[in-house]
């Protein structure tokens, strides 16, 4: 199992740093990653969440990062689709590619903010035709060769996208994921899945099955391997209790945002995001019960000392995640905290899962 990174670049007011102070603090701990071992580096996209994500310019931070790292691997986690033609996405995600002299990992998806939707003018209603659309205009782009397409939402005539990707036939392709149905399309596709935040663990478990199971059916026996990214909030420390105290902090304000961010999606329901319904009736977690208890034991949090970490983190990797993103800096954790975290993990941790 990899360990990666992901950031959703959070600015709380009480964590007491600016936004350019948290630009700045990410890419000098992008620098320290990949000394430590760290495999990819994946930013989210998200728009008109204040304090919750200021991460609107993913694909910029990336281009930043690829003139300050050398083997990092960069992860876009995810491109949001419906917002952006695909032909600007090619060209974007090509342009990184050759920046990054081939360590782009491309991730897509329909996102979950109505605000967004309305915001930009997409009805949200279409965004399952407008991401498979999408996809297959980008992987008209990959081969190099112009694109010609027609569908529903996209007519595009002789498009040749420059510059060309580096790496051949095309960055890793990666779909998030949240739904049973969005795991089995993914198997159908080829493509790795991304699981985010949103569910605790023994719903993921029983996905993850789903979907190598998919994969066989629909893949066989190909060269290339079912991937599975998953996102979870990690606070490592030699001093556990202060891994447990930033944690509670800082990772708990972060899913009572993350709940209130995906409310409006649960009250109007959207063709396509039934299943977003279904997990709200669950009720596991509310803002007002939600805590670090609560968290870890729907393992969707880790934090304590080394020891702890690996024995949690055991879990995920004998289940089948081969990427774990880990979130050191979520909720506007201090950059000092995430970076002694992070050459815990690659002292401690990350060699253990190397084998």
Known sequence: MQLDLFYELAVPDFAMRNEAQVFQDTLDELALAETCGFRTAWF???????????????????????????????GHAIVTLPYHHPLQVAERLATLDVLSIGRLEFGFGRGFSPHEYAAFGIDMNHSRGLVEESLAVLRQAFTGMPVQFTGKHFKIENAEILPKCVQQPHPPLWMAAVSPDSFELAARLGVGVLVGQFKPWFMVQSDIEHYRAAWKKYQGDTEEPARVGMTVGLMCLEDGRRARELANLHITWFYRELLKQTAPVLKQLHAGYEYYKKMGSLKLVTEKTLNLTALETLGMVVAGDPAHCRQKLETYRDAGVDHLLCAISTGGIPSEAAQASMRILADHVIPHFAD
């Open 44 to 74: 989210a996209e998200h728009h008109f969440m204040r304090g919750y994500s200021h991460s609107s310019a993913p694909d910029l931070v990336l281009a930043a990062a690829s003139q300050r790292t050398r083997t990092l691997r960069l």
